[in-house]
C-alpha cells in the first residue's frame, strides 16, 4: 500500500468512533512469526498468511471469530 501500512492504517481507522469496533483480519503476502505480534497490536483479530487455501478460508475466518468471540 503507497503511504501507509496495513497495521498503520488499521490504528488510523481504530481511533474514528463509528469503525473503531469493526473486526479485521490481516492477509499479508509474507509475514515471519516474529511480525505477527506488530498486525496484532492495533487490534487486528488474527493474521493469516498468504498463500491460504480458497477452500477452507471462510472456515479459517470463522474460526478466528469464534475462537475471539467465543
Known amino acids: 500500500m503507497p503511504g501507509m501500512d496495513g497495521p498503520t492504517t488499521l490504528a488510523r481507522l481504530r481511533a474514528l468512533p ?3 469496533a469493526v473486526p479485521a483480519v490481516f492477509m499479508p503476502a509474507k509475514v515471519q512469526p516474529q511480525e505477527v505480534r506488530r498486525y496484532r497490536d492495533p ?11 480458497p477452500m477452507t478460508i471462510s472456515a479459517t475466518v470463522r474460526g478466528i ?6
Open 18 to 20: 463509528e469503525i473503531a
Open 43 to 53: 487490534g487486528s483479530l488474527d493474521v493469516i498468511s498468504k498463500p491460504f487455501e
Open 65 to 70: 471469530w469464534d475462537s475471539r468471540h467465543g
